[in-house]
């Protein structure tokens, strides 16, 4: 099994920057689906963007502003630009599918959460 942990939130100004991380536990062949979501205060948990192979997606409210993106570890980032103080809320990674070897597992897999608050 492998494990996700966060990091990289924080408290930022109004049009400040972040960059979050998302690293497993252990080293793997190869990632399908990793994604990011967000949960605010008193409200769903909201897909945010995702990565599968070479193609990304974002949601309406941070495209443009947020890049999703993989290193040759399968860490995945999510670099956030122009903040705005609706973007705060905790931020989530999930992975759908691994490879480790020749075995693959599928399984939904979450972080912890980390934290972003956006505030002047």
């Known amino acids: 099994q492998v494990q996700l942990a966060e990091s990289g939130g924080g408290l930022v100004q109004p049009g400040g920057s972040l960059r979050l991380s998302c690293a497993l536990s252990r080293r793997v062949f190869s990632i399908n689906r990793m994604a990011w979501y967000r949960q605010a205060p008193g409200k769903e948990r909201e897909f945010v963007a995702a990565?599968?192979?070479?193609?990304t997606n974002y949601a309406d409210s941070v495209r443009g502003r947020f890049t999703v993106s993989r290193d040759s570890e399968n860490t995945v980032y999510l670099a956030m630009n122009s903040l705005k103080p609706e973007d705060t809320a905790v931020y989530y990674c999930?992975?759908?599918?691994?490879?480790?070897?020749?075995?693959?597992?599928?399984?939904?897999?979450w972080g912890q959460g980390t934290q972003v608050t956006v505030s002047s």
């Open positions: 999930n992975l759908d599918n691994y490879c480790a070897g020749s075995i693959c597992t599928s399984g939904d897999w």
């Open positions: 990565i599968r192979g070479g193609r």
